[in-house]
């Protein structure tokens, strides 16, 4: 683009200081421009990876479907992230929530009942507590109203699942 420029410029004061190129440097620069390579975005794992991650897990999350947990996992959105190091918000961050004990997310003030409810949030677990939380840990402060179709929680757990192991 620059070289096109330059050129143009050139042909410009070739043409004279006089003012009268009144056509403009007929460069098919933008046509040059299309070209060019876009950044590719951060190379992640396909759609495949991610439900081979799935297929892995143990059953019944092993017939969950990763894009369907993913699109349920936006109602947790606002209040959690399942990104390694991606921080707590109103709640803790779920990373290395599956599979091991309640209230162990680092810098996250619980609520009494959470640090104290002693549950290890295998899918049993969480399909009750996605169910409706209180049922699990009364006095828990996740408002939440709970997922009512099985196949949701059974997809949200195992995408939590799968993207812990990223
Ligand atoms: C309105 C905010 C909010 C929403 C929406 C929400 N949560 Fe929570 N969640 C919280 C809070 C706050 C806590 C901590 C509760 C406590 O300390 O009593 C929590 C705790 C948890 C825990 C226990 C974590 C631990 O470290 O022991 C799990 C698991 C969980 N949430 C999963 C989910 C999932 C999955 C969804 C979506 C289906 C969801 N939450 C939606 C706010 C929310």
Known sequence: MRIAIAAAVAVTLALGACGQSSEPASAPAP?????????????????????????????????????????VFAQCRSCHVVEKGGGNRVGPNLHDTYGHPSGRAPDFRYSPAMANAGVTWDFATLDRYLTRPRDVVPGTLMVFAGLR??????DVIAYIAAESQR
């Open 149 to 154: 179709k099985p196949e949701d929680r059974r």
């Open 31 to 71: 046509a040059a421009q299309a070209t060019a390579p876009q950044p590719a975005a951060a190379p992640g794992p396909s759609a495949e990876e991610l439900q081979a991650l799935v297929a892995a897990l143990p059953a019944p999350l092993n017939e969950g479907n990763y894009e369907n947990g993913r699109r």
